[in-house]
């Protein structure tokens, strides 16, 4: 075997990174600056007033104050952030979720600056941050997209005939809104003038550009997106599917990779759409590609985010990938170090969001100290936080506390890993969605597959977690009286233990 001796393309390579700054806070900044330590990359935090004593400062190398507790006035001011680059010394930025990082004015601002942004173009992020301008890419593709207007409504009568072409009941979506904001729902014709005037102004008003579109309604459909990654080299893969439709009004609660509903043959022709997609913006960095899917396995492209994804977790346990590694690795100009070919889904992961909120009070952020904070631990569970026992949860921002992760040999083996760590996450002084979690994982439409984005709206009630409060209450009752029975019982540490926990997981939920 004679081997070839390559010469390396050095026509795009950048300088490598040496010094990386996280704008953004919580669990993903120490999330990414993990990857980063493993690297050999120094990292630099901000954080606001608020955040002086979180985790992500004290993990980091050094770290810049940028402002006051307002997200208005630390994370999303883009020159704080350069300022802190040029501080710093540091090359390059990773936006994280959230905060700027699909904002494409920053995206340019940082490029003008000589720095580098872990992340797409400006013109990708542009092109993907508008619903009509992306559709618009990805035609060129041979996409499927659900039937609709291909360009922003300028006559509602004309609109209307439309509607009627494509059939009740349909949707109207605002050109620049997202994760469902600015949507009308339209079931007759009748509606359609008034709600298209509501949409219009609603959409004004929400994101400064009236621009709406209309597109068929798919009733009941499964949310599915595909991840994918793209080199300054023209190599782009994907890496399967992630399916999230366990949400509550367009928040993600549960995500899973891969799908239970998606065959091999769909998989790869989603994957494959997903993939021109992003070549269509000529996409480098970690994207994700979104589709829904209908009764009859169809799907359709809705929207690319520009971004890493706060459940990149479960496709990183599938695959085996660093998706942030491979992000800053991208951002330095390396090639993708393998091919579609070297990649195969091994396994089963599912995420649950933990959030500060209270499910028995509709979902309302619940502030405070975290008085105990004790995470699962053991085989296949991964929890990527921020915070630690006697920390408070800010106001300020997002109230998600933490991303529990479980990985199994099959999704069986995840969804029962992932109930033994809800019940061994203790948390109180705040109230979390644990419980309700514990909730989808046990519900029989979960355990089969058989769901839909409805889910929660479909099959939650607050009764549901009285009732599981009363079962286990119920069983602690009956182990109690046993125990009482059982005079000669010594009672160890054990069994003591195993009582107090019944009691406090009884409380907690
Ligand atoms: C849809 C749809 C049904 N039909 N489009 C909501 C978020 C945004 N990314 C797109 N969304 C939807 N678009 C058509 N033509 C239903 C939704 C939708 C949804 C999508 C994904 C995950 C959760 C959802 C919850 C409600 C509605």
């Given at each position: 075997m004679i081997q070839q001796t390559k010469m390396p393309d050095n026509s795009k390579l950048q300088t490598p990174i040496s010094k990386l700054l996280i704008a953004n806070r919580g669990e993903i900044a120490l999330r990414i600056m993990r990857s980063a330590k493993e690297m050999g990359i120094k990292t630099v935090a901000v954080f606001s007033e608020a955040d002086r004593n979180a985790l992500h400062v004290r993990y980091a190398d050094e770290a810049v104050c940028i402002g006051p507790a307002p997200s208005n006035q630390s994370y999303l001011v883009g020159e704080k952030i350069i300022d802190a680059c040029k501080l710093t010394g540091a090359e390059a930025i990773h936006p994280g979720y959230g905060f700027l990082s699909e904002n494409a004015g920053f995206a340019q601002m940082v490029a003008n600056a000589g720095l580098i942004l872990v992340g797409p173009s400006p013109q990708a992020m542009e092109t993907m941050g508008n619903k009509l301008s992306a559709k618009a890419a990805a035609l060129r593709y041979n996409i499927p997209m659900v039937p609709g207007t291909e360009e922003a409504i300028q006559d509602v009568d004309e609109a209307k005939q439309r509607a009627i072409d494509v059939g009740f009941p349909i949707l109207i979506k605002a050109a620049a809104g997202g994760g469902g904001k600015g949507m009308r729902i339209v079931e007759r014709a009748e509606d359609f003038e008034e709600?298209?005037?509501?949409?219009?102004?609603?959409?004004?008003?929400?994101?400064?550009?009236?621009?709406?579109?209309?597109?068929?309604?798919?009733?009941?459909?499964?949310?599915?997106?595909?991840?994918?990654?793209?080199?300054?080299?023209?190599?782009?893969?994907?890496?399967?599917?992630?399916?999230?439709?366990?949400?509550?009004?367009?928040?993600?609660?549960?995500?899973?990779?891969?799908?239970?509903?998606?065959?091999?043959?769909?998989?790869?022709?989603?994957?494959?759409?997903?993939?021109?997609?992003?070549?269509?913006?000529?996409?480098?960095?970690?994207?994700?590609?979104?589709?829904?899917?209908?009764?009859?396995?169809?799907?359709?492209?809705?929207?690319?985010?520009?971004?890493?994804?706060?459940?990149?977790?479960?496709?990183?346990?599938?695959?085996?990938?660093?998706?942030?590694?491979?992000?800053?690795?991208?951002?330095?100009?390396?090639?993708?170090?393998?091919?579609?070919?070297?990649?195969?889904?091994?396994?089963?992961?599912?995420?649950?969001?933990?959030?500060?909120?209270?499910?028995?009070?509709?979902?309302?952020?619940?502030?405070?100290?975290?008085?105990?904070?004790?995470?699962?631990?053991?085989?296949?569970?991964?929890?990527?936080?921020?915070?630690?026992?006697?920390?408070?949860?800010?106001?300020?921002?997002?109230?998600?506390?933490?991303?529990?992760?479980?990985?199994?040999?099959?999704?069986?083996?995840?969804?029962?890993?992932?109930?033994?760590?809800?019940?061994?996450?203790?948390?109180?002084?705040?109230?979390?969605?644990?419980?309700?979690?514990?909730?989808?994982?046990?519900?029989?439409?979960?355990?089969?597959?058989?769901?839909?984005?409805?889910?929660?709206?479909?099959?939650?009630?607050?009764?549901?977690?009285?009732?599981?409060?009363?079962?286990?209450?119920?069983?602690?009752?009956?182990?109690?009286?046993?125990?009482?029975?059982?005079?000669?019982?010594?009672?160890?540490?054990?069994?003591?233990?195993n009582a107090s926990g019944w009691r406090k997981n009884r409380l907690r939920y």
């Open positions: 709600q298209m005037q509501l949409a219009v102004s609603e959409a004004t008003s929400a994101f400064g550009d009236g621009a709406v579109f209309i597109e068929r309604y798919v009733t009941s459909p499964r949310h599915i997106e595909i991840q994918v990654l793209g080199d300054s080299h023209g190599n782009i893969i994907h890496l399967f599917e992630r399916e999230c439709s366990v949400q509550r009004r367009h928040q993600k609660v549960v995500e899973e990779a891969p799908s239970s509903v998606l065959t091999e043959e769909i998989r790869q022709k989603m994957g494959k759409c997903a993939v021109d997609v992003a070549r269509s913006v000529n996409y480098t960095g970690a994207g994700t590609v979104e589709f829904i899917l209908d009764e009859n396995l169809d799907f359709f492209f809705l929207e690319m985010n520009t971004r890493l994804q706060v459940e990149h977790p479960v496709t990183e346990l599938i695959t085996g990938v660093d998706l942030v590694k491979e992000q800053i690795k991208i951002a330095s100009g390396e090639k993708l170090s393998f091919s579609q070919d070297d990649l195969k889904i091994s396994g089963h992961a599912i995420e649950l969001r933990v959030y500060a909120e209270d499910p028995a009070n509709n979902f309302l952020p619940d502030i405070g100290i975290l008085q105990t904070y004790h995470t699962p631990k053991g085989n296949g569970v991964r929890v990527d936080d921020g915070f630690e026992q006697g920390m408070e949860i800010p106001i300020y921002y997002d109230p998600m506390i933490a991303k529990l992760i479980t990985y199994g040999k099959d999704r069986g083996e995840a969804i029962a890993r992932m109930i033994r760590a809800i019940e061994e996450y203790d948390i109180t002084g705040i109230e979390t969605t644990l419980g309700f979690g514990k909730f989808v994982m046990q519900h029989e439409a979960f355990k089969t597959g058989n769901f839909d984005t409805h889910f929660v709206a479909k099959y939650f009630k607050i009764e549901n977690l009285k009732k599981q409060d009363e079962s286990e209450a119920l069983i602690a009752a009956i182990i109690a009286a046993k125990l009482f029975d059982e005079k000669e019982l010594v009672l160890n540490n054990e069994t003591l233990k």
